[in-house]
């Protein structure tokens, strides 16, 4: 897999003649630090009014160009393979350690060792669990998404608190034809992780060296996974908004950013839903999946003393809560990363205190090169299992087998 990924960017280089760089267009500056963002030209114009403030803390100019997330990929192995990377960039949580694996990004830990250990102290754990590729950091966790629970109050006067509350609710709701929406991950991974982990299971052993995929408490969690779409899921999808709006799925499981269109979707039920964190597993674990952005410095970069300086501006809590409210509405609804900026977080004291809880009790995507590839053997099990009616320690063993597979080629 590691061979076919430097192939396919030698190619890139031949594209590279041939094409536009996008975003990696147009002259820099000597004192100008370049930074792509993963998402809107709006969240860029917030980036570039505080690049503006950076400039005359430092003299140093900053430029934020946005690329979007369909092209964002490519237009980073083109301009990794063209040499023309912007200094800083920002991306999945995965993509670092991939970039950083072709030597195109700064091991953040081993070029400002003391830096990089401030700031995570100010990071929630399960973030930064993602972006650690062993001992090496490739890019810090910029803001974060989170699985939470929605419910009607109406309907759902209490959220269920662990797996057994869920079932017996759900029951509840068949007997009045209603049911529970998973909105974000239905049938694959990202909605199967919080169960899995909540069961006490992995996808990864501790040091990521093998898979764990076809354990008891993995089979157990997939088995759950399975009951709910039984019990009132459906398999095709609902619209948030619309299940929720007319009460015919008072629960759903989605990202936090739902909150916001929720809001402006279904202004007709303001004060009739909530939030909750998901419910517990047989661990006691609410863990829910966390997602997210990283900012890294590609090596490339001659101004990765002042890229760092701008990073770090970027994480004072008074900026980080600057973008949170520019981003409102914005495909950019993401929470800040640092712990500290949530004191002053503008947001419903509730809401504030369970978005934080969550993110306390939250894992990311595992930090193993070969996960990208490997995810869709997971993919194939879950819906194996949830619509085929598959054995699930059967399909879990074959695709664990498939997983580990993958991580030696």
């Known amino acids: 897999m590691l061979i076919a990924r430097k192939l396919f960017t030698a190619v890139l280089v031949v594209i590279f003649m041939f094409s536009s760089t996008g975003c990696g267009s147009g002259k820099k500056e000597k004192n100008m630090i370049v930074m792509w963002l993963v998402g809107s030209e709006a969240q860029a114009r917030t980036i570039m009014e505080l690049g503006g403030d950076f400039t005359k803390e430092t003299g140093i100019e900053v430029l934020c160009q946005a690329i979007s997330w369909g092209d964002a990929h490519s237009k980073y192995l083109t301009s990794i393979a063209g040499e023309v990377a912007p200094d800083i960039g920002t991306m999945g949580l995965t993509w670092g350690m991939e970039f950083g694996e072709l030597g195109a990004m700064l091991d953040l830990r081993e070029e400002f060792p003391e830096d990089v250990a401030e700031l995570e102290k100010k990071i929630f754990p399960g973030i930064l669990e993602s972006t650690r590729f062993g001992n090496k950091v490739f890019g810090i966790p910029f803001d974060l998404s989170e699985h939470i629970l929605y419910y009607r109050t109406d309907i759902v006067p209490s959220p269920p608190g662990t797996w057994q509350e869920l079932l017996d609710v759900l029951q509840d709701l068949r007997t009045r034809d ?19 982990w909540q069961a006490g299971g992995d996808y990864y052993n501790d040091d990521y060296t093998r898979v764990v995929l076809d354990s008891p408490e993995a089979v157990q969690a997939l088995n759950f996974f399975a009951r709910l779409y039984k019990g009132g899921v459906p398999k095709t999808r609902v619209p948030l908004e619309q299940g929720m709006r007319t009460g015919d799925y008072p629960l759903a499981i989605s990202g936090n950013w739902k909150i916001i269109s929720l809001t402006a979707g279904a202004p007709e039920i303001k004060g009739k839903w909530s939030i909750a964190m998901l419910p517990a597993g ?105 619509l085929k009616e598959a054995d699930a320690a059967e399909q879990l063993k074959e695709a664990a087998l498939k997983m580990q597979k993958e991580m030696k080629e």
């Open 282 to 386: 047989p661990s006691g674990r609410r863990t829910a999946l966390i997602g997210g952005r990283v900012l890294g410095i590609f090596s490339g970069s001659r101004m990765r003393k002042e890229a760092l300086e701008f990073i770090k501006f970027l994480f004072r809590p008074e900026n980080q809560i600057k973008v949170f409210e520019d981003s409102l509405g914005t495909e950019d609804s993401y929470l800040p990363s640092n712990m500290e900026s949530w004191e002053d977080l503008p947001m419903d004291k509730d809401f504030k205190r369970v978005l934080q809880q969550q993110a306390g009790d939250a894992k990311g995507p595992p930090p193993v090169l070969a996960w990208d590839s490997s995810a869709k053997f997971v993919n194939h099990a879950i819906q194996m299992v949830v």
């Open 178 to 196: 209603k049911g529970m929406i998973i909105d974000w991950g239905s049938l694959d991974w990202i909605g199967y992780s919080p169960f899995l």
